[in-house]
């Protein structure tokens, strides 16, 4: 399986781009794709799963071209949408069973597929239960079984861990890594530590342009050298966090403790620590858009 984005752009005003020239190739795992909010992510799902179609550029499917031909796709995707919401008085399975029913499925293979689906998102105990009455994590698995409906090849999730504690994060990105066998999942989102858990491939994109395309160890590599840890006074905090890249701080008695992206070491108090994945989106981030300057 293969999915190809190729030289893809989003005009929506003049001179007002939701993605500009982007290219991918996509195949079996995980592809992570971060970058921060209005970076483009969503315009690429929404073009990935016909909702919309590109301005220019093609997305080839196995060799299809699906901005010519939508239908070569549809039938083998499942996608959860950002904005995904449900009918609030209907439960699990009355829901499921209507979407499967819009989607033209065999009503009993939905049947005994709804039983399996609920016992995978580990909602079973909880299928009759009027949709309102669940947590948003429970919703959200729901969300994944009516994406996971026609069992497809090509499973996109857009933010889906957004509102969710942190216990409903670890459990859905472990539900991700189990379906990403024999699939191609896109997981769209701006919280690093989702994509750090599962994903086989990353891809950052920020301000419709991709950053850059690589495995989790490449993207590490990349930022080698370039993350400081600083103990810096408490009243020196403020002046330090306006003229450098923080990438975290911790408060202590004797002082705030940062994590500081620089090329070069910002203090002879420094010293070099090798960088975490956040550490590394953030450089890659900085990196691109002083080069967008230069």
Do not use: C
């Not at 989003?10 to 001179?15: A, I, V, W």
């Not at 970076?39 to 590109?54: D, F, N, V, Y």
């Not at 949408?81 to 499921?96: C, I, K, R, S």
């Not at 399996?116 to 309102?132: A, D, G, M, T």
Request: a neutral charge.
């Amino acid at each position: 399986m293969k999915l190809i984005i190729e030289n893809v752009s989003k005009k929506y005003k003049k001179d007002s781009y939701g993605l500009r020239d982007l290219s991918l190739q996509i195949e079996t795992g995980v592809l992570g794709l971060l970058g921060p909010n209005g970076a483009g992510k969503s315009t690429l799902m929404r073009i990935l799963s016909t909702i919309t179609k590109p301005t220019e550029g093609r997305v080839i499917w196995n060799g299809i071209d699906i901005t010519k031909d939508p239908n070569a796709i549809r039938s083998i995707l499942g996608y959860l949408p950002q904005d995904f919401g449900v009918y609030p008085h209907l439960n699990a399975v009355e829901f499921l069973e209507y979407l499967a029913a819009i989607r033209g499925l065999d009503l009993t293979i939905s049947r005994k597929r709804i039983d399996e689906l609920l016992q995978l998102v580990n909602l079973h105990e909880v299928r009759k239960k009027p949709l309102n009455s669940l947590s948003g994590g429970m919703k959200q698995r729901v969300g994944i079984a009516q994406a996971l409906l026609n069992d497809p090849k090509l499973l996109i999730v857009d933010e889906p861990t957004v509102g969710l504690d942190p216990e409903e994060r670890i459990r859905f990105r472990n539900l991700l890594s189990e379906l990403s066998g024999d699939r191609i999942v896109i997981l769209s989102t701006h919280i690093v530590s989702d994509v750090e858990s599962t994903a086989t491939d990353i891809a950052i994109v920020n301000q419709g342009k991709l950053v850059i395309q690589a495995s989790p160890s490449e993207i590490l590599a990349a930022a080698a050298g370039k993350v400081w840890e600083w103990l810096i006074p408490s009243h020196a905090w403020m002046e330090v966090r306006k003229q450098l890249l923080i990438s975290s701080s911790i408060q202590g008695s004797d002082g705030v403790r940062v994590r500081v992206i620089a090329d070069i070491q910002p203090s002879a108090e420094s010293r070099l620590v090798n960088p975490t994945l956040e550490d590394a989106y953030l450089y890659s981030i900085s990196a691109n858009k002083q080069s967008a300057l230069s």
